[in-house]
């Protein structure tokens, strides 16, 4: 396995910059941010170090020539919109750019692409089975057309007002994956799979592992704390950044040992990217890399680098 970071947390540098940080620590590869340009709401979105809309020819050099000399490769290119929304202007938009990060993965010969399957929150999963399967057929379909693997995160996305009562994001479910690889089977489509949004689902995040290791194209280290007494207070009914909170790996309550027994025993062999969305270490720039170093520090001892 290789280690590496998703370059959300370090929004404010080019993807230089970001390639230096990757190799003056250690790091092997990162999951590379492709938003738009331009600002979006949701922390961590909105962050582009490639620019997948004005990619060419010259650009795709310079982006291979970069690695090439950090010593660095791109692990995926993350993009992870709601493309199921209800507001379907908006989500045509974010669909033709996730067809774009698809090709340019393609053509940066990264061929991996990690995102949500998006979500009407306001329908229950049977009511946006079929839109979903209307987006996603084609989307599948050309991933496999330029030989790239889609990695869906597991994460519900259901933190806010805004986000209730179903969430933005499907996939979220051992229940819902197997009925989304049964209507669409292809092995282009897979998991970018968080062990982190299981620990406040309260679901085992290490049985499906070996139920799921063929579609494993992807994984994330982040953590996650769950405070008990506000847990006692709000229940599990209550909004989840009321009880539970994100952390760097090694703060919270995954046990990385077993987590990296069963990706081994899976025969897991690809990227893993460390993701920051913990508010101790947000704000100056040092703070958010030194996430990356303490985050980094706790991991190696469970793979080679």
């Given at each position: 396995m290789k280690l590496g970071f998703n370059t959300a947390i370090l929004p404010d540098l080019s993807l230089e910059q970001v390639l230096d940080v990757a190799a003056e620590q250690g790091f092997s590869c990162v999951e590379c941010c492709c938003w738009p340009p331009g600002k979006a709401e949701r922390r961590y979105a909105g962050v582009t170090h490639i620019d997948v809309t004005a990619l060419d020819a010259d650009g795709i050099k310079r982006i291979g020539d970069l690695c090439a000399s950090k010593g660095v490769s791109l692990s995926s290119l993350g993009y992870y919109p709601n493309v199921l929304q209800a507001d379907r202007s908006q989500a045509e938009l974010e669909i033709a750019h996730t067809r774009r990060v698809i090709e340019a993965s393609a053509a940066l010969g990264v061929n991996v692409v990690t995102t949500f399957v998006g979500r009407d929150p306001g329908l229950s999963i049977d009511e946006n089975w079929p839109r979903f399967l209307e987006v996603w057929r084609p989307l599948v379909s050309l991933a496999e057309d330029r030989g790239v693997k889609i990695g869906i995160e597991n994460c519900p996305m259901i933190f806010?007002?805004?986000?209730?009562?179903?969430?933005?994001?499907?996939a979220s479910t051992p229940a819902i994956w197997r009925r989304m690889f049964g209507d669409i089977p292809s092995p282009a489509f897979g998991l970018n799979?968080?062990?982190?949004?299981?620990?406040?689902?309260?679901?085992?995040?290490i049985a499906p592992?070996?139920?799921?290791k063929d579609r494993l194209h992807h994984v994330h280290a982040k953590d996650a704390r769950i405070d008990r007494a506000l847990l006692n207070e709000h229940g599990i009914m209550g909004y989840p950044n009321l009880w539970h909170t994100p952390k760097i790996p090694g703060l919270g309550e995954v046990d990385w040992?077993?987590?990296?027994?069963?990706?081994?025993?899976?025969?897991?062999?690809?990227p893993v990217a460390i993701e920051v969305e913990d508010r101790a270490f947000e704000g100056a720039l040092d703070k958010r890399k030194e996430s990356l170093i303490i985050a980094r520090r706790h991991l190696i001892q469970f793979l080679a680098g």
């Open positions: 806010t007002r805004d986000e209730w009562p179903g969430g933005k994001n499907l799979y968080d062990p982190s949004h299981f620990i406040w689902q309260m679901v085992d995040y592992i070996s139920e799921f040992g077993r987590y990296f027994g069963a990706l081994s025993d899976a025969g897991y062999d690809g």
